[in-house]
């Protein structure tokens, strides 16, 4: 049997933990891609899934395709599972930004280099507030679909 002090605080600590439950759940929200996104241009190459949770973006002979963000950014988590075209294709690039950028761009993929990628992030739009960073890709990145991302909670790669 508990003594009234310890079921008010086991009421008082269960209050908190329902409180704290209600609050996360009620902060994390996924949006859609139409609640997020509108098409910047090619519009014919931007295909959303049917649960609209995930987006592809189509390269053919004639363009490429680019989404924008329906509202700023103050924080958040951007990847891509990218598949890369066989053939010559080289400076194609994965960004969001305004006037900070942060992003991913694909070098190479001349006959017979190997596959290189940048990161770039940028404040204000300045490269004096920001920095580049090359890769060479250790896998063949034409083969399959891979996840890039670009920053984790502690790190932007």
Known sequence: ??????????????????????????????????????????????????????????????????????????YGFFSASIKMPSQHAAGIVVAFYNHDELDIEFLGNIKGKPWRFQTNMYGNGSVSRGREERYRMWFDPTTDSHRYSLWTPTNIM
């Open 1 to 74: 049997m508990h003594s009234p002090l310890q079921s008010i605080r086991l009421t008082f600590l269960s209050l908190v933990l329902y409180c704290f439950i209600i609050t996360t759940i009620s902060t994390t929200t996924t949006l859609t891609f139409h609640e997020a996104y509108s098409p910047l241009f090619s519009e014919f190459n931007i295909h959303p899934s049917p649960d609209d949770k995930t987006v592809r973006l189509l390269l053919n002979h004639f363009s490429g395709s680019g989404i924008i963000s329906s509202d700023y950014y103050n």
